[in-house]
Nanobody, 125 residues
Framework: QVALVESGGGLVQAGGSLRLSCAAS????????MGWFRQAPGKEREFVAA????????YYADSVKGRFTITRDNGKNTVYLQMNSLNPEDTAVYYC??????????????????WGQGTQVTVSS
């Protein structure tokens, strides 16, 4: 069993930055593809970014390309989401997710087996 714990959320003004962290325990992170999803009030959870085992392959939703960066530190069993140029539309609960499965690309909720509890990100205008 894998436990994922997110941190780093908070309140930030539009144009600002935040870095989310997701610490994994119970299984080495190097054997998992990792992703971030988010859910805004009244909306379905949506894909944000993912990184494969290799760390070479990353995937982003169009809405965050060029602003968000996903990275991983397997030695620290942690994955990060650097979020720049935030806008109010980025306000949501952000969830970390992991999967041991290998896919040609990542972006769907049902690809991921393990989920964190989420961390709130609020961007004020």
């Amino acid at each position: 069993q894998v436990a994922l714990v997110e941190s780093g959320g908070g309140l930030v003004q539009a144009g600002g930055s935040l870095r989310l962290s997701c610490a994994a325990s119970g299984r080495t992170l190097s054997r998992l593809a990792m992703g971030w999803f988010r859910q805004a009030p009244g909306k379905e959870r949506e894909f944000v970014a993912a990184v494969a085992w290799s760390t070479v392959n990353t995937y982003y939703a169009d809405s965050v390309k060029g602003r968000f960066t996903i990275t991983r530190d397997n030695g620290k069993n942690t994955v990060y989401l650097q979020m720049n140029s935030l806008n109010p539309e980025d306000t949501a609960v952000y969830y970390c997710a992991g999967t041991p499965s290998i896919y040609s690309a990542y972006g769907r909720e049902n690809q991921f087996n393990y989920w964190g509890q989420g961390t709130q990100v609020t961007v004020s205008s």
